[in-house]
C-alpha cells in the first residue's frame, strides 16, 4: 500500500470513531419522556394541589345537598367517594341523546347531542356524571375547582 493510501484509510477510520463518540454523546443529552407515575387508583401522582392538566372523570351521583351546592360521587371503579362542591363558574349541562328511531341520522351520518343548561336541583341519585377538573384526584376527597359536570342520559 502507499503511503497516501494508509493516510486515507486512517482519517476515514478516525472520521468514523469520531462520528460514533459524538453520536453517543448527543444521544446520553437527549431527554427521554418519562412517564407519569399512577397511583394504586388509577389517578395521576401530582406533588401539587393542582396539575394544571384538565383531568376527567366519570361517576355516578350517590347524593346531593342543594343548600350547600355539593354532589357526593363515587367514581367509576373506585370505592371512595368525592365530594365536588359546585361553584357559579362550574357549567353544568345534561347531553339529550335522541329517544326516537326517527331522530338518528341515516347511514354514515353524524349525530350531535343537544346540550341543556341545568342546575343542582337538576341532580338525581344514581344519574351518571362526567368531571372535568385540573384538581389532581390523587388522595383527595373533595373537588373544589370543577370546571364541567355533564350528566349523560
Known amino acids: ?32 419522556p418519562e412517564e407519569e407515575p399512577v ?28 343548600e350547600n351546592s355539593f354532589l357526593i360521587v363515587k367514581p367509576e371503579n373506585q370505592e371512595k367517594e368525592i365530594k365536588v362542591i359546585i361553584k357559579e363558574e362550574t357549567k353544568m ?3 339529550g341523546l335522541p329517544t326516537d328511531p326517527e331522530d338518528l341520522p341515516k347511514e354514515g351520518g353524524v349525530f350531535t347531542p343537544t346540550e341543556e343548561k341545568i342546575n343542582i336541583s337538576d341532580f338525581h341519585e344514581g ?11 390523587v388522595d383527595k ?13
Not at 344519574?127 to 384526584?137: A, G, P, Y
Not at 376527597?141 to 342520559?153: A, C, G, K, N, P
Request: charged share 20%; hydrophobic share 45%; aromatic share 4%.
Open 39 to 66: 397511583s394504586e387508583e388509577g389517578f395521576l401522582e401530582e406533588s401539587g394541589e393542582e396539575s394544571g392538566e384538565t383531568i376527567s372523570l366519570s361517576a355516578t351521583v350517590l347524593s346531593i345537598d342543594i
Open 141 to 153: 376527597t373533595e373537588l373544589d375547582d370543577v370546571e364541567l359536570i355533564q350528566i349523560l342520559s
Open 1 to 32: 500500500m502507499s503511503k497516501n493510501t494508509i493516510i486515507v484509510l486512517g482519517v476515514v477510520i478516525v472520521l468514523i470513531i469520531g462520528g460514533i463518540i459524538v453520536f453517543s454523546f448527543l444521544q446520553k443529552g437527549k431527554i427521554a
Open 93 to 95: 349541562i345534561k347531553l
Open 127 to 137: 344519574d351518571k356524571l362526567f368531571i372535568k377538573t385540573t384538581t389532581n384526584l
